[in-house]
């Protein structure tokens, strides 16, 4: 299964291996002051990132502090929960992400998501990964397409001979792999990926660690985990989210930090993100 | 054991034997079985009343006669009875009930569940289930005093005649709507949300969603409430015998006034057929007919959604 392999012990910082210039960043998400409303409540408050191209980008920080909400900001997964807002600007290659004449669904066709509960639909392993294809308008057979997802997503030698066979009867992290290969499928330019390993055993973990370096060789990741050393791992670069008490005392969200995860892990420049990283806090 | 042994081995003193008995318990017990029994024992009398005199009818109308004639007149003299007539009588208003039926029902599930906003919803699911209480009779006159006469009006080369499987089959098919749509709603609403989520993912409609992963995670509570009006449908009597009449002719021509099997039932039994007449009998074998009918169809309805339906769970 690993041509690329887990060659790197324990917590080390993903840099060594691929070793790139993260200072020069190209970016494809430009995040501006962005703050995320449920109704009334200000979840998320100013936030400021930007996700550079073929990078893996990590989230972390506390339950609650708001990750979730900022990640389905960049594919407008909010749109779909009533009385959910985005205020301030997210750009996505330049272009207003929310502007009036963005099609969310086109934004979400260019812009995979895997999400935390492995969600496979109740239909052949076949159909499950042909769904996003045929939605888009494609037509007819498409084996190839199918055979190449499911081999992207490391999960093609498992499932070849049952193809047709319910995708329901695949074990927990073989359905996030299906997932992650039906996200794949529709060649998006962008994974969004919540937790993806969050029910999985560190077998599977790791396969799907191995997956994600293996696509930010085509793919930009933007990945939520609970897991410090897998930001650690797999990541380029870190964003510390947490939540603050205001003066009304109503929970906000914040980014505290965000650079290299290499920096992040080693020398953060904030408390607490120290403390956090180092355990001593949430 | 020892009761002290017991005790030590809860560590804190205190048995895990039960302290006092539940009676209550029992009795709700007891009292629920009952309830489950009446609605068995029903239907098992049911089976039983219909059984004797439908073998006494068999005794004397020769299975060849009752489904080798097309001629239905048991009432007459000379009677006869070939029961083809009814049948196809009900199968046809069944059939154009479920035409109506079935679009609107399940466009209004979806609409329900995967469109309206919540207050929507909130106000639309009960005007439904008001129009499923609505008495089958008010349809029956809905059907024979303004749907018959618009449709005559509207399209006079139809040829309709004053009752007729058409206005009766569509009536039937709008009383059978909230049955459908209620149903299915429930079972798309259950359906859970990340399905949704992962499809709205990958790029696909509302439209799409609702229709490629929605309906078929939900399909074996859709099919169930397909069946369940079918079988409403089917036995619906009211509605029929206002709208659709009593004659008994074998056609296809849904203008023309016909009489189904319910309907049949209901116009004998009010009559003054004696126990014990021939005329009698021909009630309960063709009740029998329509209860094997409703049986055989949810058995088979029940074996398909084994066989096709998304389980995601
Ligand atoms: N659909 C929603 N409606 C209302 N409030 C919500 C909704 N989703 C999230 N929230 C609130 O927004 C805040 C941030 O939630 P979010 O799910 O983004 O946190 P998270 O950082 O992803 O947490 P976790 O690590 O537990 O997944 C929380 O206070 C949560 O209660
Ligand atoms: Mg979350």
Redesign the interface.
């Known amino acids: 299964m690993s041509e690329i392999g887990i060659s790197m012990p324990n917590v080390t910082v993903r840099g060594p291996e691929a070793p790139r210039n993260l200072e020069s960043l190209d970016p494809v998400f430009q995040v501006e002051d962005l703050s995320v409303f449920y109704g009334d409540y200000e979840a998320v408050r100013n936030v400021d990132m930007t996700i550079g191209n073929r990078e893996i980008t990590a989230m972390i920080g506390p339950s609650g502090c708001g990750k979730s909400t900022v990640l389905r900001c960049f594919?407008r997964?909010n749109d779909?929960i009533?009385g959910a807002r985005a205020a301030g600007k997210i750009t996505y290659h330049g272009e207003d992400l929310y502007g009036d004449h963005v099609d969310p669904?086109?934004v979400?066709?260019?812009i995979?998501?895997v999400?935390q509960?492995p969600?496979?639909?109740?239909?052949s392993i076949y159909d499950n990964i042909a769904?996003?294809p045929r939605?888009?308008g494609m037509k007819g057979k498409m084996d190839d397409l199918v055979e190449q997802a499911l081999t992207q997503a490391a999960l093609w030698d498992e499932v070849k001979d049952k193809l047709k066979q319910?995708a329901?009867s695949l074990s927990g992290g073989q359905q996030q792999r299906l997932?992650i290969a039906?996200?794949i499928a529709?060649k998006p330019e962008v994974i969004l990926m919540d937790e993806p390993c969050s029910a999985l055993d560190p077998i599977a973990t790791t396969k799907i660690e191995d997956l994600m370096q293996e696509l930010s060789r085509d793919y930009t990741i933007v990945i939520v985990t609970h897991n410090m050393q897998q930001a650690a791992r797999v990541s380029d670069r870190t964003a510390f989210f947490t939540a603050e008490v205001d003066e009304a005392g109503v929970r906000h969200g914040r980014l505290v930090e965000f650079d290299e995860t290499s920096r992040i892990f080693t020398n953060p420049a904030d408390k607490r993100t120290e403390d956090y990283i180092t355990g001593r806090f949430g | 054991m020892s009761a002290q042994h017991r005790a030590t081995a809860t560590g804190t003193g205190r048995s895990l034997a039960r302290s006092r008995p539940r009676y209550g318990e029992q009795a709700i017990k007891v009292v629920l079985m009952l309830a489950a029994l009446v609605s068995v024992a029903t239907t098992v009398g049911i089976v039983f009343a219909l059984a004797e005199p439908t073998i006494e009818f068999f005794s004397e109308v020769s299975l060849a006669q009752f489904f080798g004639s097309t001629e239905w007149g048991p009432l007459f003299k000379p009677a006869h009875f070939g029961v083809w007539p009814i049948i196809v009588a009900t199968l046809e208003i069944t059939l154009i009930a479920i035409i109506v039926a079935v679009p609107l029902g399940l466009a209004a599930a979806i609409y329900l569940s995967e469109y309206a906003s919540r207050r929507v919803r909130k106000i639309f699911k009960p005007v439904l289930e008001v129009l499923a209480g609505v008495p089958t009779v008010v349809f029956g006159f809905f059907a024979l005093t303004l749907v018959t006469p618009l449709l005559q009006d509207v399209f006079p080369w139809l040829g309709l005649e004053p009752k007729n499987a058409l206005s009766a089959g569509l009536l039937v098919g709008v009383m059978i709507i909230p049955i459908i749509a209620s149903m299915s709603e429930d079972a798309m609403a259950a359906v859970p949300n990340g399905l949704r989520e992962g499809s709205f993912a990958l790029g696909a409609s509302k439209m799409l969603t609702s229709v490629r992963v929605v309906v078929p995670a939900a399909f074996s509570g859709i099919v169930a409430a397909i069946i369940l009006a079918i079988s409403r449908a089917a036995g619906e009597t009211m509605i029929v015998a206002i709208a659709a009449g009593f004659k008994s002719v074998f056609t296809l021509d849904p203008t023309q006034e016909m009489s189904t099997m319910a309907a049949f039932i209901a116009q004998a039994g009010s009559g003054d057929a004696s126990t014990g007449s021939i005329a009698y009998k021909t009630i309960f074998a063709v009740g029998s007919l329509l209860f094997l009918m409703t049986f055989a169809m949810n058995w088979f309805s029940a074996r398909m959604v084994q066989k096709y339906r998304e389980v995601y769970d």
């Open positions: 594919n997964m779909l009533p669904i086109e979400r066709r260019r995979g998501m999400f509960k969600n496979p639909f109740p239909k769904y996003g939605v888009n319910n329901l997932c039906r996200a529709v």
